[in-house]
């Protein structure tokens, strides 16, 4: 067809006119060491966290939305490379590995990113984020000197740099990345090599290598405190970043990692880092020059397939981040640094150009001055756990609550305070599916996984005359690794099962029968199986089953940790001690996976059997398949679903990995478990942990579902893979959504705002409008003085609405109760 002569040329303009809109004008990266200098102007540069892989495309734009909209400069997330590179030279860019498209999204936010490659990320990610793979070079030595990993990590990096270059991603060819990261936290290892050679040649290669690249953006090294190599910027993690500098003084001062709460583990609560402590430390951060911060995690989301590392990293990677694992609001802590950010944020010039003072008022209490241009700003803490403390600055005498910072942008007036949040509560919770009702209303079907073909002489890759190690028999490419022997027996007798492994899991069958399982506990590997088994007369069977729950992630030299039955031993123990049969060097055949991975039963192809009958489906039968079929449910809420009642295994929503799940992993009780109090040093280890929730229940019962794997006008397919032996019937999908949200308003004149979020849900009812509420928490306030004027203006001005405003007036005082703090608390 001939295209007439106008339209191509209208079609050449436009594509032109695209292009240039699409690579952005070039933007100078350099720094000082007050800043960095983009465009040649010293910059005060908020960041945060989301890793690409933890969350669906569809949610990308929504997630860097959000960033923007709470006061986030820049977008930071790791490179994944066992995620990109699942096998040598063979790469995955698609879906939520489609690396440039999320870096799109960041400059379509007009955003800027900040693209730590590592590739050794640590990041509770599989195997620190390494291919198990790269264990099968020979001469292959993990992050130190050796021409094996150097070529492989500058192989990996190079292809991301590359992608970048091609996609016009960094700064100068006018995109978003300003900075870029190579390792992580080699600082923190290399004492523990006794800062060997091999490791200091290593860090320098990196420096070299990465400078190579020619990205036209500075490299960045975090927690690289000694041993610097020159032309990278040495960063700092950690809760607290205010009294680290960087190694030298022409450099800024950049915290690449505050952490906004913690990563969870099958056998823990659930961490809480309170938005005042955060505050603080990055108040804390600014007042001492700090200026770049990047929040660790600002979305933490979901470790879907096998991604999670640990071992013993939970499926959710919520982190308690100030948007939560489904990508929504976590207030208050959303809306108090949002504050933060603004105030900190209009002191921009006088921050980085500023000459500073820093004085003391006594232990504990630093007033700094900042003055430029004829303007002062100023901030004050108190770094006191138990005492508040009033500081008179200028004449005007301000009370600093106890581990806190007040910012003044004037020196006059409090802008800010770290401990006074003036942003609303939302509890979050898990509503019925309004489609159909469950678990009644979930069809369900299940298949045997077949345990046959490893329990004769049937199948088996290869056989070896030793117990091996599983992550290099299997390369990782299943959790499961079966070990089998037989053996020849005379007469009937009792044993003793003894095997020794390394870990994580164990399932042990005699004679296709099973006689025991267990698992090793959390940040153990070494473990133990004793199982009584009887032996026939003739040929007995003994098949293993050893399960991996993710791959270390951290440490010097993690990846020489075994796991498996690695060496055993493996021996048949006599009844009374004595006559004992040592298996460990006796014939073992190998295989990796199971026969339904093989066979792909959670993608539920049309040719599979599944069994029902009358509806009925057996529980409590280990190593069992099930699958249920049920209707998305409507609205726009995130999707879980509750899979209480279940033991362990995987899951699966057309065909999408879930992740691992293990709702009968129970948290385990600990000191921080009932107390909270946000004042004081957080920690997420030792002693004085604080703020733990869900001590003692099942430590993961929801499991994220995407929107995005969902079908909104067909039947959907939930499949799960039991291994341990439950009962499926109670799991039910809910939506994720705000059920209480409370705020507090101190005097007359502020503005009181509540809101149910974004997704068309509407206050019902307002619940409490009282003065000096004194007990429980939102959701169930008590106490105080009823204002029965301030209940009746916000049930007119909220109910039936998604979001309202209300003005606290000295009208709402009087019939008998005292002015003070108003608190307000509505149902969504
Ligand atoms: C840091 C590490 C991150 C992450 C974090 C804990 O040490 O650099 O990758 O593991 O700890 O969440």
Known sequence: MAVPLALLLLLVVLRAATADAGAGAATTVAYNDRALVINGERRILISGSIHYPRSTPEMWPDLIKKAKEGGLDAIETYVFWNGHEPRPRQYNFEGNYDIVRFFKEIQNAGMYAILRIGPYICGEWNYGGLPAWLRDIPGMQFRLHNEPFEREMENFT????????????????????????????????????????????????????????????????????????????????????????????????????????????????????????????????????????????????????????????????????????????????YGHLKNLHSVIKSMEKILVHGEYNDTSYGKNITVTKFTFDGSSACFINNQFDDRDINVTLGGATHLIPAWSVSILPDCKTVAFNSAKIKTQTSVMVKKPNTVEKEPEGLKWSWMPENLQLFMTDERGSFKKNELLEQISTGTDQSDYLWYRTSLEHKGEASYTLYVNTTGHEIYAFVNGKLVGQNHSANGEFVFQLESPVSLHSGKNYISLLSGTVGLK??????????????????????????????????????????????????????????????????????????????????????????????????????????????????????????????RGKFKAEGDGIRCLTGCGEPSQRYYHVPRAFLRPAQPNTLVLFEEAGSDPTRAAFRTVAAGAVCAAAAEPGDDVTLSCGRHGRAISSVDVASFGVSRGSCGAYEGGCESKAALRAFTAACVGKEACTVRYTAAFAGAGCESGVLTVQATC
């Open 553 to 678: 992630n951290y440490g010097a030299l993690f990846e020489l940790m075994p796991a498996g039955i690695a060496g055993g031993p493996v021996k048949l123990i006599g009844t009374n001690g004595t006559g004992g049969i040592d298996l460990t060097n006796s014939s073992w055949t190998y295989m990796s996976g199971l026969a339904g991975e093989y066979r792909q039963i959670h993608l539920d192809k049309p040719e599979y059997r599944w069994q029902s009958h009358n509806g009925s489906i057996p529980v409590n039968r280990p190593f069992t398949w099930y699958k249920a079929t049920f209707d998305a449910p409507a609205g726009e809420e995130a999707v879980v679903v509750d899979l209480l009642g279940l033991g362990k295994g995987a899951a699966w929503v057309n065909g999408n990995s879930l992740g691992r799940y293990w709702p009968s992993y129970t948290a385990s009780e600990m000191p921080g478990c009932h107390v909270c109090d946000y």
């Open 158 to 333: 190079t292809l991301i740099v590359n992608k970048m270059k091609d996609a016009n991603m960094f700064a100068g060819q006018g995109g978003p990345i300003i900075l870029a990261q190579i390792e992580n936290e080699y600082g923190n290892i290399m004492g523990k090599l006794n800062n060997n050679e091999s490791a200091s040649q290593y860090i320098h290669w990196c420096a070299d290598m990465a400078n190579k690249q020619n990205i036209g953006v500075p490299w960045i090294m975090c927690q690289q405190d000694d041993d610097v190599p020159p032309h990278v910027i040495n960063t700092c993690n950690g809760f607290y970043c205010h009294d680290w500098f960087p190694n030298r003084t022409d450099i800024p001062k950049i915290w690449t990692e505050n952490w906004t709460g913690w990563f969870k583990a099958w056998d823990k609560p659930d961490f809480h880092r309170s938005a005042e402590d955060i505050a603080f430390a990055v108040a804390m951060f600014f007042q001492k020059r700090g200026s770049l911060q990047n929040y660790y995690m600002y979305h933490g989301g979901t470790n879907f397939g096998r991604t999670s590392g640990g071992p013993y990293i939970t499926t959710s990677y919520d982190y308690d981040a100030p948007l939560d694992e489904y990508g929504n609001i976590r207030q208050p802590k």
